[in-house]
Protein backbone atom coordinates (compact mmCIF):
# COMPACT_ATOMS: atom_id res chain seq x y z
CA UNK A 1 0.00 0.00 0.00
CA UNK A 2 2.55 2.34 1.22
CA UNK A 3 5.03 1.40 -1.65
CA UNK A 4 2.13 2.47 -4.28
CA UNK A 5 2.05 5.39 -2.82
CA UNK A 6 5.66 6.55 -3.09
CA UNK A 7 6.13 4.94 -6.16
CA UNK A 8 2.67 6.95 -7.57
CA UNK A 9 4.15 10.35 -5.78
CA UNK A 10 7.52 9.96 -7.52
CA UNK A 11 5.71 9.20 -10.49
CA UNK A 12 3.80 12.62 -10.16
CA UNK A 13 7.25 14.37 -9.16
CA UNK A 14 8.82 13.14 -12.37
CA UNK A 15 5.67 13.77 -14.59
CA UNK A 16 5.81 17.56 -12.95
CA UNK A 17 9.58 18.06 -13.27
CA UNK A 18 9.18 16.49 -17.23
CA UNK A 19 6.44 19.43 -17.62
CA UNK A 20 8.81 21.90 -16.44
CA UNK A 21 11.85 21.07 -18.29
CA UNK A 22 9.37 20.99 -21.34
CA UNK A 23 8.35 24.10 -20.30
CA UNK A 24 11.81 25.62 -20.10
CA UNK A 25 12.67 24.39 -23.01
CA UNK A 26 9.57 26.40 -24.92
CA UNK A 27 10.57 29.35 -23.14
CA UNK A 28 14.00 29.11 -24.28
CA UNK A 29 12.99 28.35 -28.19
CA UNK A 30 10.55 31.40 -27.90
CA UNK A 31 13.19 33.76 -26.57
CA UNK A 32 16.05 32.39 -29.07
CA UNK A 33 13.19 33.06 -31.57
CA UNK A 34 12.13 36.64 -30.86
CA UNK A 35 15.08 37.60 -29.14
CA UNK A 36 16.51 39.25 -32.86
CA UNK A 37 13.17 41.19 -33.69
CA UNK A 38 12.88 42.18 -29.83
CA UNK A 39 16.77 43.59 -29.26
CA UNK A 40 16.26 46.22 -32.49
CA UNK A 41 13.07 47.03 -31.82
CA UNK A 42 13.67 47.80 -27.78
CA UNK A 43 16.81 49.72 -28.90
CA UNK A 44 15.38 51.75 -31.72
CA UNK A 45 11.76 51.69 -30.99
CA UNK A 46 10.63 51.78 -27.69
CA UNK A 47 14.29 53.23 -25.76
CA UNK A 48 13.72 56.18 -28.04
CA UNK A 49 10.12 56.93 -26.69
CA UNK A 50 10.55 56.81 -23.39
CA UNK A 51 13.83 58.88 -24.03
CA UNK A 52 11.82 61.44 -26.02
CA UNK A 53 9.63 61.72 -23.28
CA UNK A 54 12.50 62.30 -20.71
CA UNK A 55 14.40 64.70 -22.96
CA UNK A 56 10.72 67.12 -22.82
CA UNK A 57 11.15 67.77 -19.13
CA UNK A 58 14.28 69.31 -20.11
CA UNK A 59 16.00 72.53 -21.52
CA UNK A 60 18.79 70.90 -23.69
CA UNK A 61 20.72 72.14 -26.71
CA UNK A 62 21.65 68.84 -27.48
CA UNK A 63 25.29 68.52 -26.03
CA UNK A 64 25.81 70.86 -23.04
CA UNK A 65 23.89 69.72 -19.69
CA UNK A 66 20.61 69.12 -19.99
CA UNK A 67 18.68 71.15 -16.98
CA UNK A 68 15.45 70.09 -15.69
CA UNK A 69 12.47 72.11 -16.18
CA UNK A 70 9.61 69.72 -15.43
CA UNK A 71 6.65 70.96 -17.83
CA UNK A 72 7.39 74.05 -18.76
CA UNK A 73 8.28 73.08 -22.55
CA UNK A 74 4.33 71.67 -22.69
CA UNK A 75 3.35 74.59 -21.08
CA UNK A 76 5.24 76.79 -23.93
CA UNK A 77 4.16 74.69 -26.72
CA UNK A 78 0.57 75.49 -25.41
CA UNK A 79 0.78 78.86 -25.68
CA UNK A 80 2.98 78.69 -29.08
CA UNK A 81 0.79 80.20 -32.19
CA UNK A 82 3.09 78.29 -34.67
CA UNK A 83 2.71 75.21 -33.26
CA UNK A 84 -1.22 75.20 -33.43
CA UNK A 85 -0.68 76.21 -36.93
CA UNK A 86 1.32 73.38 -37.18
CA UNK A 87 -1.48 70.71 -35.37
CA UNK A 88 -4.36 73.04 -37.53
CA UNK A 89 -2.16 72.11 -40.49
CA UNK A 90 -1.71 68.46 -39.92
CA UNK A 91 -5.52 68.41 -39.65
CA UNK A 92 -5.78 69.58 -43.39
CA UNK A 93 -3.49 66.92 -44.49
CA UNK A 94 -6.10 64.31 -42.97
CA UNK A 95 -8.77 65.93 -43.95
CA UNK A 96 -8.14 65.79 -47.93
CA UNK A 97 -6.99 62.57 -47.33
CA UNK A 98 -10.21 61.34 -46.10
CA UNK A 99 -12.32 63.51 -48.51
CA UNK A 100 -10.70 64.04 -51.40
CA UNK A 101 -7.49 61.25 -51.75
CA UNK A 102 -10.22 58.30 -50.98
CA UNK A 103 -13.17 59.18 -53.41
CA UNK A 104 -10.62 60.12 -56.03
CA UNK A 105 -8.98 57.10 -55.12
CA UNK A 106 -12.73 55.24 -55.73
CA UNK A 107 -13.50 57.21 -58.99
CA UNK A 108 -10.07 55.92 -60.39
CA UNK A 109 -10.67 52.24 -59.66
CA UNK A 110 -13.81 52.34 -61.06
CA UNK A 111 -12.34 53.66 -64.00
CA UNK A 112 -10.35 50.73 -64.66
CA UNK A 113 -13.50 48.61 -65.29
CA UNK A 114 -15.19 51.09 -67.51
CA UNK A 115 -15.94 49.45 -70.76
CA UNK A 116 -13.26 51.46 -72.63
CA UNK A 117 -10.80 51.18 -75.24
CA UNK A 118 -6.81 51.67 -74.02
CA UNK A 119 -7.92 50.99 -69.90
CA UNK A 120 -5.04 48.61 -69.70
CA UNK A 121 -2.51 51.43 -70.52
CA UNK A 122 -4.58 53.75 -68.15
CA UNK A 123 -4.64 51.71 -65.14
CA UNK A 124 -0.50 51.31 -65.82
CA UNK A 125 0.07 55.00 -65.81
CA UNK A 126 -2.46 55.92 -62.91
CA UNK A 127 -0.40 53.84 -60.48
CA UNK A 128 2.79 55.80 -61.52
CA UNK A 129 2.67 58.61 -59.28
CA UNK A 130 2.84 56.08 -56.10
CA UNK A 131 6.30 54.58 -57.64
CA UNK A 132 8.02 58.39 -57.58
CA UNK A 133 10.46 58.62 -54.34
CA UNK A 134 9.01 61.38 -52.08
CA UNK A 135 11.60 63.56 -52.53
CA UNK A 136 11.42 63.36 -56.55
CA UNK A 137 7.80 63.86 -56.07
CA UNK A 138 8.82 67.31 -54.39
CA UNK A 139 11.36 68.65 -56.28
CA UNK A 140 9.74 67.81 -59.99
CA UNK A 141 6.26 69.67 -58.60
CA UNK A 142 8.68 72.53 -56.97
CA UNK A 143 9.91 73.03 -60.48
CA UNK A 144 6.55 72.88 -61.94
CA UNK A 145 5.31 75.18 -59.25
CA UNK A 146 7.78 77.80 -60.10
CA UNK A 147 6.32 81.69 -60.22
CA UNK A 148 8.22 82.20 -63.32
CA UNK A 149 9.14 79.01 -65.47
CA UNK A 150 6.70 76.41 -63.72
CA UNK A 151 4.61 74.30 -66.47
CA UNK A 152 1.41 75.55 -64.54
CA UNK A 153 2.10 79.53 -64.45
CA UNK A 154 2.84 78.81 -68.31
CA UNK A 155 -0.69 77.38 -68.76
CA UNK A 156 -2.39 80.05 -66.80
CA UNK A 157 -0.42 82.84 -68.69
CA UNK A 158 -1.16 80.99 -72.12
CA UNK A 159 -4.65 80.72 -70.98
CA UNK A 160 -4.60 84.74 -70.45
CA UNK A 161 -4.78 84.90 -66.15
CA UNK A 162 -1.94 86.34 -64.01
CA UNK A 163 0.66 84.52 -62.65
CA UNK A 164 0.20 83.15 -59.23
CA UNK A 165 3.25 82.31 -56.72
CA UNK A 166 2.04 79.35 -55.52
CA UNK A 167 4.44 78.09 -52.84
CA UNK A 168 5.99 81.22 -52.03
CA UNK A 169 2.36 83.02 -51.45
CA UNK A 170 0.83 82.11 -47.95
CA UNK A 171 -2.38 81.65 -49.73
CA UNK A 172 -1.75 79.13 -52.22
CA UNK A 173 0.98 77.36 -51.21
CA UNK A 174 -0.80 74.48 -48.27
CA UNK A 175 -3.36 74.23 -51.35
CA UNK A 176 -0.34 73.59 -53.81
CA UNK A 177 1.22 71.02 -51.60
CA UNK A 178 -1.85 69.25 -50.95
CA UNK A 179 -2.62 68.99 -54.84
CA UNK A 180 0.71 67.33 -54.77
CA UNK A 181 -0.36 64.88 -51.78
CA UNK A 182 -2.76 63.74 -53.38
CA UNK A 183 -1.30 63.25 -56.79
CA UNK A 184 0.77 60.80 -55.16
CA UNK A 185 -1.87 58.64 -52.96
CA UNK A 186 -4.86 58.09 -54.87
CA UNK A 187 -3.40 55.37 -56.75
CA UNK A 188 -3.13 53.67 -53.22
CA UNK A 189 -6.52 54.08 -52.88
CA UNK A 190 -7.46 52.74 -56.35
CA UNK A 191 -5.49 49.32 -55.81
CA UNK A 192 -7.32 48.49 -52.43
CA UNK A 193 -10.66 49.83 -54.18
CA UNK A 194 -9.64 47.72 -57.14
CA UNK A 195 -9.30 44.86 -54.94
CA UNK A 196 -12.49 45.10 -53.20
CA UNK A 197 -14.06 45.35 -56.39
CA UNK A 198 -12.91 42.45 -58.07
CA UNK A 199 -13.98 40.56 -54.90
CA UNK A 200 -17.54 41.82 -55.79
CA UNK A 201 -20.01 39.06 -57.80
CA UNK A 202 -20.98 39.61 -61.36
CA UNK A 203 -24.39 37.94 -60.37
CA UNK A 204 -25.48 40.76 -58.15
CA UNK A 205 -25.22 43.20 -60.83
CA UNK A 206 -27.20 40.76 -63.61
CA UNK A 207 -29.85 40.10 -61.17
CA UNK A 208 -29.81 44.23 -60.68
CA UNK A 209 -30.02 44.73 -64.38
CA UNK A 210 -32.74 42.33 -64.88
CA UNK A 211 -34.70 44.73 -61.99
CA UNK A 212 -34.36 47.33 -64.32
CA UNK A 213 -31.38 48.90 -62.61
CA UNK A 214 -29.52 51.55 -64.14
CA UNK A 215 -25.56 52.25 -63.41
CA UNK A 216 -26.16 54.92 -60.65
CA UNK A 217 -28.45 52.66 -59.02
CA UNK A 218 -25.91 49.63 -59.70
CA UNK A 219 -23.34 52.14 -57.74
CA UNK A 220 -24.93 53.48 -54.88
CA UNK A 221 -27.03 50.22 -53.85
CA UNK A 222 -24.48 47.40 -54.46
CA UNK A 223 -20.89 48.45 -55.05
CA UNK A 224 -20.92 51.15 -52.47
CA UNK A 225 -22.39 49.24 -49.56
CA UNK A 226 -20.39 46.52 -50.48
CA UNK A 227 -17.06 49.22 -50.54
CA UNK A 228 -17.81 50.46 -47.24
CA UNK A 229 -14.80 47.90 -45.16
CA UNK A 230 -12.52 49.38 -47.31
CA UNK A 231 -13.39 53.17 -47.26
CA UNK A 232 -13.49 53.14 -43.50
CA UNK A 233 -9.73 50.37 -43.65
CA UNK A 234 -8.03 53.08 -46.73
CA UNK A 235 -9.35 56.33 -44.00
CA UNK A 236 -7.12 54.53 -41.29
CA UNK A 237 -4.73 54.46 -43.31
CA UNK A 238 -5.17 57.96 -44.43
CA UNK A 239 -5.87 59.49 -41.23
CA UNK A 240 -2.21 57.22 -39.23
CA UNK A 241 -0.48 58.40 -42.54
CA UNK A 242 -1.54 61.88 -42.68
CA UNK A 243 -0.10 62.73 -38.88
CA UNK A 244 3.30 61.17 -40.01
CA UNK A 245 2.94 63.92 -43.34
CA UNK A 246 6.71 65.29 -43.65
CA UNK A 247 9.16 64.76 -46.53
CA UNK A 248 6.98 66.66 -49.14
CA UNK A 249 6.37 69.44 -47.09
CA UNK A 250 10.24 69.96 -45.94
CA UNK A 251 10.83 69.55 -49.24
CA UNK A 252 8.38 71.67 -50.88
CA UNK A 253 8.41 74.98 -48.88
CA UNK A 254 10.60 73.44 -45.41
CA UNK A 255 7.34 74.59 -43.96
CA UNK A 256 7.19 78.21 -45.33
CA UNK A 257 6.18 80.96 -46.43
CA UNK A 258 5.83 82.37 -42.96
CA UNK A 259 5.22 79.31 -41.26
CA UNK A 260 1.83 78.93 -43.90
CA UNK A 261 2.31 75.03 -44.41
CA UNK A 262 4.07 74.45 -40.96
CA UNK A 263 3.40 70.36 -39.58
CA UNK A 264 3.98 69.57 -36.18
CA UNK A 265 7.05 67.10 -37.91
CA UNK A 266 8.95 70.05 -39.97
CA UNK A 267 8.08 72.39 -36.64
CA UNK A 268 9.63 69.36 -34.83
CA UNK A 269 12.86 68.83 -37.27
CA UNK A 270 13.47 72.49 -37.37
CA UNK A 271 13.51 73.33 -33.39
CA UNK A 272 15.42 70.02 -33.12
CA UNK A 273 18.23 70.09 -35.48
CA UNK A 274 18.04 74.17 -36.43
CA UNK A 275 17.62 75.45 -33.66
CA UNK A 276 19.08 73.13 -31.22
CA UNK A 277 15.92 73.54 -28.88
CA UNK A 278 15.87 69.29 -27.97
CA UNK A 279 14.02 69.50 -25.28
CA UNK A 280 11.53 71.72 -26.53
CA UNK A 281 11.35 69.61 -29.92
CA UNK A 282 10.96 66.18 -27.83
CA UNK A 283 8.41 67.92 -26.12
CA UNK A 284 6.74 68.47 -29.57
CA UNK A 285 7.67 64.81 -30.74
CA UNK A 286 5.82 63.53 -27.95
CA UNK A 287 2.63 65.31 -28.72
CA UNK A 288 2.79 63.82 -31.65
CA UNK A 289 3.02 60.25 -30.52
CA UNK A 290 0.40 60.62 -27.85
CA UNK A 291 -1.94 62.26 -30.98
CA UNK A 292 -1.10 59.01 -33.03
CA UNK A 293 -1.67 56.48 -29.78
CA UNK A 294 -5.11 58.54 -29.15
CA UNK A 295 -6.53 58.51 -32.83
CA UNK A 296 -5.22 54.43 -33.34
CA UNK A 297 -6.97 53.86 -29.80
CA UNK A 298 -9.83 55.53 -31.09
CA UNK A 299 -10.24 54.08 -34.20
CA UNK A 300 -9.69 50.61 -32.47
CA UNK A 301 -12.55 51.02 -30.15
CA UNK A 302 -15.07 52.40 -32.76
CA UNK A 303 -14.22 49.72 -35.34
CA UNK A 304 -14.70 47.22 -32.25
CA UNK A 305 -18.13 48.39 -31.43
CA UNK A 306 -19.28 48.57 -34.99
CA UNK A 307 -18.51 45.20 -35.91
CA UNK A 308 -20.03 44.40 -32.11
CA UNK A 309 -23.44 45.92 -33.47
CA UNK A 310 -22.72 43.45 -36.68
CA UNK A 311 -21.76 46.05 -39.56
CA UNK A 312 -19.96 44.37 -42.06
CA UNK B 1 -22.97 55.63 -83.08
CA UNK B 2 -24.95 56.32 -79.74
CA UNK B 3 -23.56 53.43 -77.74
CA UNK B 4 -20.07 55.20 -78.50
CA UNK B 5 -21.79 58.57 -77.81
CA UNK B 6 -22.50 57.68 -74.39
CA UNK B 7 -19.43 56.27 -73.85
CA UNK B 8 -17.94 59.44 -74.02
CA UNK B 9 -17.96 60.80 -70.55
CA UNK B 10 -15.86 57.70 -69.71
CA UNK B 11 -13.32 58.84 -72.15
CA UNK B 12 -13.17 62.45 -71.09
CA UNK B 13 -12.82 60.99 -67.31
CA UNK B 14 -10.45 58.44 -68.44
CA UNK B 15 -8.26 61.18 -70.09
CA UNK B 16 -8.23 63.86 -67.37
CA UNK B 17 -7.18 61.38 -65.13
CA UNK B 18 -4.19 59.61 -67.53
CA UNK B 19 -3.29 63.42 -67.91
CA UNK B 20 -3.38 63.85 -64.47
CA UNK B 21 -1.28 61.23 -62.84
CA UNK B 22 0.89 61.07 -65.98
CA UNK B 23 2.22 64.15 -67.65
CA UNK B 24 4.33 65.22 -64.42
CA UNK B 25 6.22 62.18 -66.30
CA UNK B 26 6.49 63.21 -69.47
CA UNK B 27 7.04 66.62 -68.44
CA UNK B 28 10.31 65.63 -66.01
CA UNK B 29 11.33 63.26 -68.78
CA UNK B 30 11.33 65.79 -71.85
CA UNK B 31 12.83 68.77 -69.89
CA UNK B 32 15.43 66.39 -69.14
CA UNK B 33 16.19 66.14 -72.42
CA UNK B 34 16.04 69.78 -73.32
CA UNK B 35 19.05 72.22 -73.24
CA UNK B 36 18.96 75.65 -71.25
CA UNK B 37 17.34 77.55 -74.32
CA UNK B 38 15.13 75.62 -74.83
CA UNK B 39 13.91 74.79 -71.60
CA UNK B 40 13.32 78.91 -71.51
CA UNK B 41 11.72 79.11 -75.16
CA UNK B 42 9.58 76.05 -75.65
CA UNK B 43 8.51 74.85 -72.02
CA UNK B 44 5.15 73.00 -73.54
CA UNK B 45 7.45 71.39 -75.99
CA UNK B 46 7.67 67.48 -75.85
CA UNK B 47 10.46 65.78 -77.55
CA UNK B 48 11.39 68.20 -79.88
CA UNK B 49 15.04 67.83 -78.64
CA UNK B 50 17.05 65.27 -77.60
CA UNK B 51 19.51 66.49 -75.17
CA UNK B 52 21.84 63.89 -73.59
CA UNK B 53 24.22 66.28 -72.03
CA UNK B 54 22.04 67.00 -69.13
CA UNK B 55 22.94 63.25 -68.16
CA UNK B 56 26.32 63.40 -67.93
CA UNK B 57 26.48 66.08 -66.06
CA UNK B 58 24.19 64.05 -63.04
CA UNK B 59 26.66 61.26 -63.41
CA UNK B 60 29.73 63.96 -63.19
CA UNK B 61 28.33 65.63 -59.90
CA UNK B 62 28.12 61.95 -58.17
CA UNK B 63 25.02 60.42 -58.69
CA UNK B 64 27.03 56.65 -58.58
CA UNK B 65 27.63 56.91 -55.26
CA UNK B 66 23.94 57.92 -53.90
CA UNK B 67 22.82 54.78 -56.09
CA UNK B 68 25.72 52.27 -54.99
CA UNK B 69 24.62 53.81 -50.90
CA UNK B 70 20.99 53.45 -51.28
CA UNK B 71 21.41 49.83 -52.90
CA UNK B 72 23.91 48.42 -50.50
CA UNK B 73 21.58 49.68 -47.28
CA UNK B 74 18.29 49.05 -48.58
CA UNK B 75 19.04 45.49 -49.40
CA UNK B 76 21.11 44.94 -46.07
CA UNK B 77 18.37 46.26 -44.27
CA UNK B 78 16.03 44.45 -46.18
CA UNK B 79 17.68 40.79 -46.06
CA UNK B 80 17.51 41.38 -41.87
CA UNK B 81 14.29 42.07 -41.52
CA UNK B 82 12.80 39.25 -44.00
CA UNK B 83 15.42 36.56 -41.49
CA UNK B 84 14.20 38.79 -38.18
CA UNK B 85 11.00 39.01 -38.75
CA UNK B 86 10.15 35.33 -40.26
CA UNK B 87 12.16 34.15 -36.90
CA UNK B 88 9.89 36.34 -34.60
CA UNK B 89 6.67 35.38 -36.46
CA UNK B 90 7.23 31.66 -36.21
CA UNK B 91 6.40 31.34 -32.36
CA UNK B 92 3.67 34.49 -32.83
CA UNK B 93 1.62 33.07 -34.96
CA UNK B 94 1.99 29.20 -34.47
CA UNK B 95 2.63 28.37 -30.40
CA UNK B 96 0.81 29.14 -27.25
CA UNK B 97 2.01 31.41 -24.81
CA UNK B 98 1.08 33.66 -22.21
CA UNK B 99 2.92 37.19 -24.12
CA UNK B 100 1.55 36.51 -27.42
CA UNK B 101 -0.70 38.69 -27.99
CA UNK B 102 1.06 40.95 -26.11
CA UNK B 103 4.21 40.98 -27.63
CA UNK B 104 2.03 40.83 -30.94
CA UNK B 105 0.66 44.23 -30.56
CA UNK B 106 3.68 45.96 -29.27
CA UNK B 107 5.32 44.94 -32.81
CA UNK B 108 2.57 45.65 -35.02
CA UNK B 109 1.82 49.23 -32.90
CA UNK B 110 4.86 50.50 -34.52
CA UNK B 111 3.32 51.02 -38.10
CA UNK B 112 1.47 54.01 -36.44
CA UNK B 113 4.37 55.48 -34.88
CA UNK B 114 5.61 58.78 -36.20
CA UNK B 115 9.37 58.24 -36.41
CA UNK B 116 9.93 62.21 -35.38
CA UNK B 117 9.20 60.60 -31.46
CA UNK B 118 12.27 58.56 -32.00
CA UNK B 119 14.49 60.83 -33.90
CA UNK B 120 16.62 63.09 -30.98
CA UNK B 121 17.51 59.88 -29.32
CA UNK B 122 18.47 57.74 -32.27
CA UNK B 123 20.35 60.78 -33.46
CA UNK B 124 22.22 60.95 -29.96
CA UNK B 125 22.31 57.21 -30.16
CA UNK B 126 24.44 56.91 -33.40
CA UNK B 127 26.93 59.60 -32.10
CA UNK B 128 27.55 57.61 -28.66
CA UNK B 129 27.89 54.28 -30.73
CA UNK B 130 30.33 56.38 -33.59
CA UNK B 131 28.06 55.68 -36.35
CA UNK B 132 26.64 59.03 -36.60
CA UNK B 133 27.43 60.02 -40.65
CA UNK B 134 27.98 56.30 -41.71
CA UNK B 135 25.89 54.35 -43.50
CA UNK B 136 25.86 51.75 -40.37
CA UNK B 137 23.64 54.45 -38.92
CA UNK B 138 20.80 53.98 -40.55
CA UNK B 139 20.84 49.75 -40.62
CA UNK B 140 19.53 49.89 -37.04
CA UNK B 141 16.24 52.10 -37.33
CA UNK B 142 15.97 50.84 -41.05
CA UNK B 143 15.62 47.27 -39.79
CA UNK B 144 13.10 48.11 -36.59
CA UNK B 145 10.98 50.42 -38.42
CA UNK B 146 10.53 47.64 -41.13
CA UNK B 147 9.10 45.19 -38.46
CA UNK B 148 5.87 45.90 -37.64
CA UNK B 149 4.50 45.67 -40.99
CA UNK B 150 7.09 42.79 -41.73
CA UNK B 151 5.68 40.50 -38.95
CA UNK B 152 2.00 41.70 -39.69
CA UNK B 153 2.62 40.42 -43.12
CA UNK B 154 4.49 36.97 -42.14
CA UNK B 155 2.30 36.31 -39.25
CA UNK B 156 -0.88 36.46 -41.06
CA UNK B 157 0.12 34.19 -43.70
CA UNK B 158 2.19 31.33 -41.58
CA UNK B 159 -1.43 31.11 -39.42
CA UNK B 160 -2.86 29.44 -42.51
CA UNK B 161 -0.27 27.04 -43.36
CA UNK B 162 -1.95 23.91 -41.78
CA UNK B 163 -0.60 22.57 -37.87
CA UNK B 164 -0.40 18.94 -39.73
CA UNK B 165 2.87 19.42 -41.59
CA UNK B 166 5.05 20.46 -38.56
CA UNK B 167 3.29 17.95 -35.92
CA UNK B 168 4.18 15.16 -38.70
CA UNK B 169 7.76 16.61 -38.51
CA UNK B 170 7.83 16.91 -34.71
CA UNK B 171 6.57 12.94 -34.78
CA UNK B 172 9.95 12.51 -36.35
CA UNK B 173 11.87 14.38 -33.92
CA UNK B 174 12.54 17.85 -35.68
CA UNK B 175 13.65 20.97 -33.76
CA UNK B 176 11.43 23.88 -34.04
CA UNK B 177 13.59 25.88 -35.50
CA UNK B 178 14.18 22.49 -38.35
CA UNK B 179 10.43 22.60 -38.59
CA UNK B 180 10.95 27.03 -39.01
CA UNK B 181 13.97 26.51 -41.59
CA UNK B 182 12.76 23.20 -43.86
CA UNK B 183 8.97 23.63 -43.39
CA UNK B 184 8.00 26.85 -42.97
CA UNK B 185 10.48 28.99 -44.43
CA UNK B 186 10.46 27.86 -47.93
CA UNK B 187 6.30 28.18 -47.85
CA UNK B 188 6.62 31.55 -46.64
CA UNK B 189 8.48 32.28 -50.53
CA UNK B 190 5.62 34.68 -51.62
CA UNK B 191 5.09 36.54 -48.10
CA UNK B 192 8.92 36.99 -47.74
CA UNK B 193 8.35 38.34 -51.72
CA UNK B 194 5.40 41.15 -50.31
CA UNK B 195 7.93 41.62 -47.21
CA UNK B 196 11.20 42.58 -49.89
CA UNK B 197 9.19 44.54 -52.64
CA UNK B 198 7.39 46.80 -49.87
CA UNK B 199 10.36 47.66 -47.20
CA UNK B 200 12.86 47.59 -50.43
CA UNK B 201 10.48 50.15 -52.17
CA UNK B 202 10.22 52.25 -49.06
CA UNK B 203 13.51 52.21 -47.88
CA UNK B 204 14.68 53.19 -51.26
CA UNK B 205 12.56 56.27 -50.68
CA UNK B 206 13.67 56.64 -47.13
CA UNK B 207 14.20 60.80 -46.40
CA UNK B 208 13.69 61.72 -42.51
CA UNK B 209 16.35 59.26 -41.16
CA UNK B 210 18.99 59.71 -43.80
CA UNK B 211 18.54 63.93 -43.07
CA UNK B 212 19.72 63.27 -39.39
CA UNK B 213 22.17 60.46 -39.20
CA UNK B 214 24.53 61.41 -42.18
CA UNK B 215 25.92 64.59 -43.27
CA UNK B 216 28.79 64.12 -45.45
CA UNK B 217 28.13 63.53 -49.43
CA UNK B 218 29.62 60.21 -49.81
CA UNK B 219 27.34 58.82 -47.37
CA UNK B 220 24.08 60.06 -48.85
CA UNK B 221 21.64 57.90 -50.00
CA UNK B 222 19.78 59.07 -53.10
CA UNK B 223 16.76 60.93 -51.27
CA UNK B 224 19.02 63.13 -49.28
CA UNK B 225 21.90 63.38 -52.57
CA UNK B 226 18.70 64.77 -54.61
CA UNK B 227 17.80 66.97 -51.85
CA UNK B 228 21.86 68.01 -52.41
CA UNK B 229 21.29 68.31 -55.86
CA UNK B 230 18.58 70.80 -55.75
CA UNK B 231 20.86 73.21 -54.45
CA UNK B 232 23.59 72.96 -56.80
CA UNK B 233 21.41 72.62 -59.52
CA UNK B 234 18.64 75.19 -58.38
CA UNK B 235 19.28 77.35 -62.13
CA UNK B 236 19.67 73.72 -64.41
CA UNK B 237 16.24 73.00 -64.28
CA UNK B 238 16.85 70.37 -66.66
CA UNK B 239 19.80 69.07 -65.14
CA UNK B 240 18.03 68.55 -62.36
CA UNK B 241 15.28 66.63 -64.22
CA UNK B 242 17.57 64.33 -65.48
CA UNK B 243 18.96 63.30 -61.81
CA UNK B 244 14.76 62.78 -60.88
CA UNK B 245 14.31 60.86 -64.32
CA UNK B 246 17.51 58.23 -63.07
CA UNK B 247 16.69 58.07 -59.83
CA UNK B 248 12.87 57.02 -60.79
CA UNK B 249 14.20 55.00 -63.54
CA UNK B 250 14.96 51.83 -61.28
CA UNK B 251 11.34 51.67 -59.65
CA UNK B 252 9.25 52.11 -63.26
CA UNK B 253 11.52 49.14 -64.81
CA UNK B 254 10.70 47.11 -62.31
CA UNK B 255 7.11 48.00 -62.45
CA UNK B 256 7.27 47.70 -65.86
CA UNK B 257 8.03 44.21 -65.74
CA UNK B 258 6.72 42.92 -63.14
CA UNK B 259 3.22 44.99 -62.43
CA UNK B 260 1.29 42.80 -60.13
CA UNK B 261 3.62 42.01 -57.86
CA UNK B 262 5.39 45.31 -57.50
CA UNK B 263 1.23 46.67 -57.01
CA UNK B 264 0.73 43.59 -54.55
CA UNK B 265 4.63 44.35 -52.72
CA UNK B 266 3.60 48.20 -52.22
CA UNK B 267 -0.17 47.13 -50.87
CA UNK B 268 1.22 44.68 -48.69
CA UNK B 269 -0.92 43.07 -46.47
CA UNK B 270 -3.69 46.07 -47.11
CA UNK B 271 -4.87 44.18 -49.98
CA UNK B 272 -5.66 40.27 -49.52
CA UNK B 273 -5.46 37.70 -51.58
Not at chain 1, 52 to 66: E, I
Not at chain 1, 173 to 187: G, K, M, R, T, Y
Request: charged share 10%.
Amino acid sequence: METVEVTRRSETAKVVRQAKKRNMRKVVTISLFTAPALIVYLVYVVYPILSTLSYSFYSWDGTSDKTFIGFENYVQLFHDAIFWTSLTNNAWVVITSVFVQIPLGMIMALMLFAPIRGIRLFSSVYFLPFLMSTVAIGLLWVYMFDPINGIINQLINFLGFENVAWLSDENTALIAILLVVVWQFSPFYMILFKAAMVGIGEELYESAEIDGANSWQKFFHITFPLLMPTIVSSSILAIVGSLKAFDIFYIMTGGGPNHATELMGTYMFKQAFINFNMGYASAIAFIMFLIALVVTILIQVIDFNRKKKGAF
Amino acid sequence: MVQSLRKMPLYVIGLVLLVFTGYPFVYMISTSLKDQSTFFERPFAIFTSIEWGNYADVFQMGLTRYFINSILVSVAAVVAVMLIAALASYPLSRMNFRFNRGLFLLFISGMMLPIHATLIPIFKLSQNMGLYDSLLALLGPYIAFSLPISIFILTQFMQEIPKSLEEAAKIDGCSHFGIFWRIILPMLTPALMTVFIYNFIHLWNEFIFALVLVSSPENMTLPLGLQDFYGEFSVNVPGLMAALTLASLPMLVVYLFSQEKVVKGLTGGAVKG
